[in-house]
């Protein structure tokens, strides 16, 4: 069981990235599977940003992120994508995908740095 997150980096503040979190192995068919980003910086709490539900695709973000991120998903690629414009120094973080279907799967993270 495996969620794979990539695409993090440096970027500079009013700058874009994509999140991908691509998913393998799970014990049910990834279309079940409510798929959340979640982010934490350091000395604080992780974070709820964004997510999206199952087949109808449902999706909820943080207050803070609201318009300026958007969560998807390619149930065929198994994969859901985070667009993320408008950076801000506050969004630095690292960027956890976490599946949830009964159980919880996390990936390892990937690292997002705003700042110019």
């Known amino acids: 069981v495996q969620l794979v997150e990539s695409g993090g980096g440096l970027v500079q503040p009013g700058g874009s990235l994509r999140l991908s979190c691509a998913a393998s192995g799970l014990a049910f068919a990834f279309i079940n599977y409510n798929v959340n980003w979640y982010r934490q910086a350091p000395g604080k709490e992780r974070e709820l940003v964004a997510a999206?539900?199952?087949?109808?695709?449902?999706?909820n973000y943080a207050d803070s992120v609201k318009g300026r991120f958007t969560i998807s998903r390619d149930n065929v690629k198994n994969t859901v994508y985070l667009q993320m414009n408008s950076l801000k120094p506050e969004d630095t973080a690292m960027y956890y995908c976490?599946?949830?279907?009964?159980?919880?799967?996390w990936g390892q993270g990937t690292q997002v740095t705003v700042s110019s």
């Open positions: 999206i539900g199952r087949a109808y695709g449902t999706t």
């Open positions: 976490n599946a949830r279907y009964f159980s919880d799967v």
